[in-house]
C-alpha cells in the first residue's frame, strides 16, 4: 500500500506540484505558515489588545507570510540543483537550519503574541533578554541559508536556465544576507518609532529601518523578477546596482532620526 503523504503531489494546481517537486518539506512548510495565517486572523478580529497601538497579532501574521514567502522561494530555487544535489545531504541540513530557525523565531513571536507581550526589545528581565538575543542569532541563521543556496546553485548550474536569470536568482540569495543582516544588526538595539503606516507600521519621514530591512530580505524575490522582466546581464547588474543604492538611502533614512 502507497504511503499517504499530507498533500499529494498529485492534487492541486500546477504550480503547487511543481513546487512540491522542487522541494517538498520547504513547500509543505510554508503551506502549514500560510495555514496558521487564518486562526491568527480570526483571533485578531476577536482580541483588541495592542502593543503600541498596532494588534498583538499582527506582527506574528507578518512573520509567518514573511517567512512562508522565503521558503516557497528557496523551494523554487532549489529546483534548478541536479537531483542527486536536491536528495544530498548539504540541501537537507540547509533545509533544516531554515525551518528550525524560522520555527522558533515564529513560535515566540507568536506565543508572546498570546500572552499579549512584546517578543522584540523586550529585555527587562534575564529569560526575555536572552530570547531577544536568540531571536537575533535565529534571523541570521535563517537568511544565511540564502547565500549558502546561492553556492550549492553557483557550484551546480542549471543549464537550461537563461544566465541573466540565473545571475539574478544568486544576487538576489547573496543580497538578502548581505543587506537583510547588515539592516537586521543595525535595527537590532534601535526600537523603531511607534505610528506610522497602517498594518506596516513604517514611518517613513525618518528613524526606522524597517523599510531598509524589508528591502533587504526581500532581494531574493524582487531581483529574480527584474531578471525575468528585462533578461540580460548588464540589466540585472544595473538593477543589483540600483537595488543597494535604494537599501543604503532607507539606511540612512532610518539612522536619520537615531
Known amino acids: 500500500m502507497q504511503a499517504l ?4 503531489s498529485t492534487t492541486g494546481p500546477s504550480w503547487w506540484r511543481e513546487l512540491l517537486r522542487r ?3 520547504l513547500a ?3 503551506a502549514l505558515l500560510l495555514a496558521l495565517v487564518l486562526p491568527m486572523a480570526l483571533a485578531w478580529s476577536l482580541d483588541a489588545r495592542e502593543l503600541r497601538g498596532v494588534n498583538v497579532w499582527i506582527k506574528p501574521i507578518k512573520f509567518a507570510l514573511s517567512i512562508a514567502l522565503l521558503a516557497w522561494t528557496t523551494a523554487w530555487f532549489a529546483g534548478h540543483l541536479p537531483a542527486a544535489q536536491r536528495r544530498g545531504r548539504t540541501l537537507s541540513a540547509l533545509v533544516a537550519v531554515l525551518i528550525a530557525s524560522a520555527s522558533f523565531e515564529f513560535i515566540y ?6 500572552l499579549g507581550q512584546a517578543s522584540h526589545y523586550n529585555t527587562g528581565d534575564a529569560f526575555h533578554g536572552l530570547m531577544y538575543t536568540l531571536m537575533g542569532f535565529g534571523a541570521l541563521l535563517l537568511t544565511a541559508t540564502q547565500p549558502w543556496l546561492a553556492w550549492l546553485l553557483w557550484r551546480h548550474p542549471d543549464p537550461r536556465q ?3 536569470l540565473r545571475l539574478a536568482m ?3 540569495l547573496v543580497l538578502t544576507f548581505a543587506l537583510g543582516a547588515s539592516a537586521g544588526t543595525l535595527l537590532g538595539p534601535r526600537q523603531p518609532p511607534e505610528g506610522g503606516l497602517p498594518l506596516l507600521g513604517w514611518v517613513l519621514s525618518g528613524g526606522d529601518l524597517r523599510p531598509a530591512h524589508f528591502l533587504g ?6 531581483l529574480p523578477l527584474l531578471g525575468l522582466l528585462w533578461p540580460q546581464r548588464g540589466w540585472v547588474w544595473a538593477c543589483a546596482g540600483a537595488y543597494t543604492a535604494g537599501f543604503a538611502g532607507l539606511v540612512a533614512l532610518g539612522l536619520s532620526g537615531t
Open 162 to 164: 537563461p544566465p541573466a
Open 5 to 8: 503523504t499530507l498533500i499529494p
Open 217 to 222: 530580505i526581500h532581494a531574493a524575490q524582487l
Open 170 to 172: 544568486l544576487l538576489g
Open 28 to 30: 509543505l512548510y510554508g
Open 23 to 25: 522541494e517538498r518539506r
Open 109 to 114: 513571536i507568536t506565543l508572546q503574541a498570546a
